[in-house]
Structures are given as C-alpha cells and as structure tokens.
C-alpha cells in the first residue's frame, strides 16, 4: 500500500507518537508511507523513517490510502487522490473545548477509526456508520519503556504536567500541595525517549488526572516501567486500566490526594499494581508490531471491500 498522513505538526503529543511507531513499522512491512504537515519537518523527539513533506505537495499524488486526524484537516484530504481516506479520531474534542470543526460538521464520507472504545463511542455520537468502528488501540514500545527493579526512587510522585487545563495538572498542583511530597512533572524535561524508563522508574507513583483523553499513553508506559498509578476516569484509559492495576479515583483535590496517599503509605498494595501493571503492559494487544499489523488488515480489507469487514 501507498499511505499519505495527513498531521497537523509532529510535535511531543501522544497522538504524534502513535503515528511515527506506526509509520515506522508500516514501512518495515514493506508499505510506502509519507507523512505530510504544513511545515514539513521531520519530527525531533522520535526518530521516524517515513519522509515528511509540506502538506502543500500531498494533492499533486496518488495514494492507496490517505489518513488524517485532525478534523480542520480534512479539505486538504479531499483534494488528494486516493482510493480510501480516513479519519482516525484521536481526541474527542468536543468533550473538552469547542473543536474548529466539530465530527458532524464534516459532510464527505470518510472511513472512521479510533484509538479507543471511549473514543468509537464518542464518535457514534454524532456519525452514522453502516460498521462497527474499529478501535485500533495504543502501545509500548519497550525500548523506551521497560522494568528494572534496581532504580532507586528518587521522588514520590511522577506526573504528565501541561498548560492545557483538561489535563488536570492545576488539580494536581492542589492536592500535592505539601512539602513532604517530593514531585516532578514531565512537562518541559525533554527526556530522550531512551532514558524515559528511568524517569518513570524513579518514581514511587504515577499521578493523572485529566478529564478527558481519547487513549492516554503515560498511564500504561508507567505500568510497562513498574510504577505503580494512580488516575482519574478519563474515558480513553478505560480500555487498560482497572481495578486490579491502577487506582482511579474521582476527579477532584480531596479524592486525587486520598488516593495518592493511600499507594504511599501501603506496600502491599504498590506490589499488586506493579505486578499487574507489568501484566497489562506486556499483553500482546500492547504491543506495537500487533496494533500495527491490526491496522494494515483493516486497510486493505477496505481496499479490497469497499467496506470495514
């Protein structure tokens, strides 16, 4: 297959990451891939092997393909020639701000994927499709994430950090508001993805608290990394966490504190999420070569129907 992404930028956001894995091993199984964005630059945190070109140049091609996951992109899909082209939702922005352009406004008919059941669910609620959506899910790759028992714990509590208000960092900021808690927020660190399993494994707790995320990422990377998580319902995560590895908690200050004090203070418990968490992140469902060929089988089943199957 000959597959064009369409990408609003290639910065550090999840949603990005998703994308260059994914290209990276799309070109392993031996399909062509090039990502177009309106500067196009490569992307500096996360080595890719696709080219990236100016989103300018993507109408002048033919694709098999043609995926976007920014809904305000989806004019400079329909001027490109392709067979198929899809909208991969990867943020049901409409329950966090008001989108540019919302799902429902988007009159063309477009194959729809998503990163989540959260996320296909929030999707229903504004397209009709004749198709189960499929939810092509997240992964870790364990080159950057991976257990090691030996890293001493540095600081009590990791967390994501953002301006971004729905991310829940001013809640968190609230609830750790005391001076016997050591924390540290990724934001603004620029960790090499390479060293971001000593990061996470020098924690004793990772901490989050967003309202809303279409699959959130950081929560399973700290399960691939042993540390134990403590999270708010954001809908996305719902598709890995549980009960068993992660204690979710309401999203307000007095809960997010309880329940950061209650993985703190009891070993037993921080032994049962580590185990499990591990558990969780090693599924082959997390895996990314798995999620990868999962894609690529949807692709060309709607190559070769006309249809999801």
Same mark, same amino acid.
């Given at each position: 297959m000959r597959i064009a992404w369409c990408e609003p930028h290639l910065q550090l956001v999840g949603g990005i990451r998703r994308i260059i894995e994914i290209t990276n091993r799309l070109i =392993?199984? +031996?399909? !062509?891939? $090039? $990502?177009?964005? &309106? #500067?196009? /630059? &490569?992307?500096r945190w996360l080595d890719g092997k696709a080219p990236v070109l100016k989103l300018e140049k993507l109408p002048k091609q033919k694709f098999d393909v043609v995926i976007f996951n920014l809904a305000e992109q989806y004019k400079h899909v329909l001027n490109c020639e392709a067979k198929v082209k899809v909208f991969w939702v990867l943020a049901p922005e409409a329950l966090y701000k008001q989108p540019? $352009? &919302?799902i429902i406004a988007l009159q063309q008919n477009f194959f729809f994927l998503a990163n989540s059941t959260f996320t296909a669910n929030y999707i229903k609620q504004y397209r009709r499709v004749k198709y189960e959506i499929p939810v092509i899910g997240g992964a870790v790759n364990s080159d950057h994430f991976h257990y090691d028992a030996t890293i001493p714990k540095r600081h009590h509590i990791l967390? *994501? +950090?953002?301006?971004?208000?729905? /991310?829940?960092?001013? %809640? $968190? /900021? @609230?609830? %750790? =508001?005391t001076p016997k808690l050591k924390t540290i927020c990724m934001e603004g660190l620029n960790t090499p993805q390479k060293d971001m399993w000593r990061l *996470?494994? +020098?924690a004793t707790l990772f901490l989050?608290?967003? @309202? #809303? !995320?279409?699959?959130?990422?950081p929560e399973l990377e700290a399960m691939a990394c042993g540390t134990p998580v403590v999270c708010t319902d954001s809908g996305g995560n719902r598709d890995y966490a549980t009960s068993k590895n992660a204690v979710t908690v309401s999203r307000n200050v007095q809960a997010v504190r309880q329940g950061v004090h209650l993985v703190l203070n009891d070993k037993d418990l921080r032994r049962q999420l580590r185990r499990e968490g591990l558990k969780t992140a090693r599924d082959a469902k997390y895996n990314w070569d798995n999620v990868t060929k999962k894609l690529e089988g949807i692709l060309e089943g709607i190559l070769k129907n006309g249809t999801v199957v």
């Open positions: =392993d199984f +031996g399909h !062509e891939n $090039i $990502i177009y964005t &309106p #500067v196009g /630059k &490569p992307c540019d $352009i &919302p967390y *994501y +950090g953002s301006k971004r208000p729905w /991310k829940g960092s001013s %809640l $968190i /900021k @609230q609830a %750790l =508001d *996470y494994a +020098g989050a608290a967003s @309202q #809303v !995320e279409g699959f959130s990422f």
